[in-house]
């Protein structure tokens, strides 16, 4: 009761309206077993408001945070500069208090916002349309497997998952797809220069719906897209092209342009800061038109009025709130409305040019650091190619190296140790990611670091 912000006379008032004559009386009926004798063993006891705040303050001091240290974490969570306009424009009460829209031609503002965001997903993608936004990048990519089985008419249940996909991505296929009757089709990552693109090819067959590719890899590479699709659609099958770091395509061919069916990614880069993993955003586009119908989530549309002037409205929401839930194409397809107002804003802001010199500059980083690592004794650099984002080899297992620069103030990037576990072939590799917020100081702090530890 202590936790209650009740007095003595306050109980005794809600136990004799109730008609019970103590708080043992009220709670008879629960099993005297069941009940605690004392305070919970191993639990401290309350305190005040005051102490708590300095306790947690004292914890939160023993965590390195991004912006403290030289930061080369990626694997699909990127650390980019966000202008401050950004958060000042998404924390309007107008946007920061609008959810969903369910009397939507009401709410004209968040439909047009809605409208531009879907619109700069589909240029960037390649695409034809794009829906207004998913959870995350992972259960995006579930949602295009998915799609993919309802454009098969279900005659069609394999799902070809390429090696170089991120473990995260793989694993919500795969826990989804225990609830249909797809067949996962995976295979293990393999530490080469390039991606097995024709052993990939080689798993599609006659039965496939839709092979998964991630476009850069999860090791940074650049898997043949073109290639891919070309295979994929000889089977009748549909190429899902999997982007993790949307500034990327500031630099590279569109998946769209390269044949990609169904494109999704994480749109966390632009505009969403890292916030401790969460929330992130989810981007959904089609190639065909065709296929308009068949994706899951909401599509808004801009149109005129009765009068012929502009307006904006939710022309197709398919989701088990809106229809019967049998014909849902989706029932896990919340919208990330504020996320996807932030990567707008941030987009817009940046423009097309804008976005192609931010990619330059992490590419540019990202070869500087790439060439400065691969100099280090007992380091090899694993790609041929990359974006901002590469494999390198320690000879040892990375994790451990990885813990050691941590106590030094360097995070120095991702082991695939603590991606694949399961899977000790990759215990000496390491995901480093550069964006335009590491300087060349930072990655001459690696780079000494890592002499350090593998000396």
Known sequence: MRYLPLTDTDRSDMLEKVGAPDIDTLFSDVPEEARL????EGLPMHASEMAVEKHMRRLSKKNLAASDAAFFLGAGAYKHHIPASVDHIIQRGEFLTAYTPYQPEIAQGTLQMLFEFQTQVARLYGCAVANASMYDGSTACWEAVAMAGRVARGRKR??????????????????????TEDEIAGAPPSLAAKPDDDGLIAR????TSCVVVQYPDILGRLPDLAKIA??????????????TEPVALGAIKSPGELG??????????IGVGLQFGGPYLGLFAVRDPKHVRMMPGRLCGETVDAEGKRGFVLTLSTREQHIRREKATSNICTNSGLCALAFSV????????????MAQENHRLACLAADRLAKVPGVTLLNDSFFNEFTIRLGTDARTIVRALADKGVLAGVSLGRLFPDNPELADGLLVAVTETTSEEDIETLASALEGELA
């Open 37 to 40: 004798s004392g305070p919970i």
């Open 158 to 179: 394999k799902v070809v998952l390429s090696g170089a996909l991120h473990p995260h991505y793989a694993e919500v296929v795969r826990t989804m797809a225990k609830f």
């Open 204 to 207: 599609i067959d006659e039965n």
């Open 230 to 243: 070309e295979a994929a659609h000889e089977k009748g099958a549909l190429l899902i092209a999997v982007n």
């Open 260 to 269: 990609a069916d169904i494109v999704v990614g994480e749109g966390q880069s």
């Open 346 to 357: 941030h987009m817009t802001l940046l423009g097309e040019k804008g976005l192609r010199q």
